[in-house]
């Protein structure tokens, strides 16, 4: 099936900015699910608000744009109802870690069987540039004029201390690596995050004079590290990427069904 036969053309041209990750990231997921095999009819995509949540409107699946925040909460209902369906959830940083922050921690508690895409440009871009959970310190946004104070999270050490079960981390220069991690994180039965660092040019770029999208991506590569490397040793500042959990435990929707069975069981 050709990566088009996935989208939905009658939506396009797409709404995001001219150089914005977001569709890199929307291209390697694509390509995941291509190389997978998948049918279209076994995916339900599930999104809140935010810029890359306008990923579900421009795919050819069963998808729910929802509201702010409360994508894993929709995604969670939609697996227990049908178990045997992929849950794919793509989030901003406000969906995934400000007020999406508290169903993200309990998704990975459960470790429910959904794939969590985190989109993590460290801005609130749709509207209009304010700082995040994700922006860390010294960043200017629009509600930072004399630079950022709060420190951010690391995706990948929540993820894993919360109990997800799949936990990588890639950026949208290293696009081969988005499509494999995704199309693993897919296949994994348990709760799956992926951070994607991802470039936003119109804020957070012209904030912080990065440059264009093609420096900003251009830093992804400079500033990253595969995990264990010795450049990480040489410069403990890099950003590691790759698969940094990835254990088998047991998957919410199957124990909740042994317990309906107990239950009918009178046990």
Not at 176 to 184: A, F, L, N, T
Not at 198 to 208: A, E, L
Not at 230 to 258: H, M, W
Request: hydrophobic share 40%; net charge neutral.
């Amino acid at each position: 099936m050709a990566i088009k036969d996935y989208l939905r053309e009658r939506f396009f041209p797409h709404l995001w900015c001219p150089g914005c990750g977001h569709g890199m990231v929307l291209n390697g997921l694509l390509r995941a699910i291509d190389k997978l095999g998948m049918s279209k009819n076994e995916i339900v995509m599930v999104s809140g608000i935010g810029c890359s949540s306008r990923i579900t409107g421009y795919v050819d699946f069963h998808t729910l744009h929802t509201i702010h925040g409360r994508a894993l909460a929709f995604a969670t209902g939609v697996k227990m109802a049908r178990p045997e369906l992929n849950l794919i959830v793509p989030m901003g940083d406000g969906d995934a870690l400000a007020i999406g922050g508290n169903h993200f921690i309990h998704a990975a508690r459960r470790n429910i069987d959904i794939t969590a895409i985190v989109m993590n440009n460290r801005i609130y871009g749709m509207t209009g540039g304010q700082f995040s959970p994700l922006s860390g310190e010294n960043i200017r946004a629009t509600t930072a004029p004399y630079l950022t104070i709060d420190p951010s999270f690391d995706v990948v050490e929540l993820a894993k201390a919360a109990g997800a079960t799949f936990v990588a981390r890639t950026t949208t220069y290293h696009i081969q690596q988005v499509s494999d991690i995704i199309g693993k994180a897919i296949l994994h039965e348990g709760f799956s995050v992926v951070e994607v660092l991802s470039q936003c040019p119109t804020y957070f770029g012209r904030k912080n004079k990065e440059g264009d999208a093609v420096d900003m991506v251009q830093h992804f590569k400079k500033n990253t590290t595969s995990i264990g490397s010795k450049a990480k040793q040489e410069n403990p500042d890099l950003i590691e990427r790759g698969i940094f959990v990835q254990t088998e435990l047991p998957e919410y929707c199957s124990e909740y069904e042994k317990m309906v069975q107990r239950a009918m069981k009178g046990q």
